[in-house]
């Protein structure tokens, strides 16, 4: 399509935070449409951040609108559904969220909508299975948000014990978003030195718990999590627009498993390019078809 045009489906923290991302950094994009259920919030919104265009550096049409607009937009980014609560996991949104999703991705199909979804909204592994299928889609045109955020989480962690710029650790959590994650230690490196030989088991130990629970600590002490994910988005929706062809571990439709989880993956205009053929460890081969099995439970939970 290629009209550059996002819709985000949701204006809460999370959506509010990516279309602040968006208009703080130099992108491709061209027109960003925000539509919430309570209308007034997503105008409300597009009426705040058009106030700071005068000041950005990127000039963006932002207006609000309805499932209507998508027919013409490149990507729909879906962060939208009921909020995770203090001690409340991702898989306890599920039943509410679905519901939720469903009438959402019908409503935008109905629209002639013919591009790539991007689901942000949690239990996103889940929500991304769910949007495949209600959509119709070809698979790679729905692509979940992942572990994006978690490994951006991991190799910050890492950055601090060794001293250097994230930027330079090349590090991965996959599998779900969630509680059953798991970090790819055996293939994390710094210009090509192994993590492993750089840390000592226990401190990778807390390294990995560290990443798994931040978010939930986030949320007790603050209420929600939105600017680690927006920027993360940002990276993803950039990533795509541009045809970076870049590596992400965002959560897509594997067929052997009949599932969504995140994993490393070339990620461009078409959406998902293709799946990494990684050679994981035996330990963590196991923990991944653990984590697989988590999220087929969750997903044979819906009745629809």
């Known amino acids: 399509m290629d009209n550059n045009k996002i819709m985000i489906v949701g204006t809460g923290n999370v959506g509010a935070s990516i279309a602040f991302s968006l208009m703080n950094q ?27 265009l005068s000041m950005a550096p990127s000039y963006l049409k932002i ?26 996991t991702r898989m306890e949104l599920l039943k509410k969220n679905v519901n939720i999703l469903k009438g959402m991705v019908e409503q935008i199909m109905a629209s002639g909508f013919n591009g790539i979804f991007l689901v942000v909204t949690n239990p996103m592994d889940v929500l991304t299975y769910y949007t495949m299928k209600f959509s ?23 950055a601090d014990y060794l001293h250097l710029n994230p930027k ?11 509680d059953s994650e798991l970090t790819l ?13 750089l840390l000592p088991k226990d401190v990778r130990n807390d390294i990995s718990d560290f990443v798994k629970n931040e978010a939930y600590d986030i949320i007790e002490k603050k209420g929600a999590t939105y600017y680690g994910i927006a920027t993360c988005v940002a990276e993803i929706l950039n990533c795509i627009l ?9 959560s ?49 939970t819906i009745k629809l």
């Open 63 to 88: 207006s609000s609108g309805t499932y209507q607009d998508a027919k013409d937009c490149d990507v729909v980014v879906i962060t939208a559904g009921a909020a995770q609560k203090p001690g409340e």
């Open 185 to 197: 230690w055996s293939l994390a490196d710094v210009g090509g030195q192994r993590v492993t030989e």
């Open 252 to 300: 897509s439709y594997d067929y052997f498993s009949d599932t969504a989880f995140g994993f490393p993956s070339v990620v461009g205009r078409e959406g998902i390019i293709r799946r990494l053929d990684l050679k994981l460890s035996e330990h963590e081969g196991v923990e991944l078809q653990k984590s697989i099995n988590t999220l087929k439970k969750a997903i044979r």
């Open 242 to 250: 541009n045809d970076e062809m870049r590596v992400l571990p965002v």
């Open 168 to 178: 330079s650790v090349h590090a991965y959590q996959i599998g779900e978003h969630g």
């Open 136 to 158: 119709g889609l070809p698979a790679e045109k729905v692509i979940g948000s992942g572990t994006v955020l978690d490994s951006a989480r991991l190799r910050t962690r890492i």
């Open 26 to 52: 130099r992108t491709v994009i061209n027109e960003i449409v925000l539509t919430d259920i309570i209308a007034k919030d997503a105008e409300g919104e597009a009426m705040d951040l058009r106030d700071a």
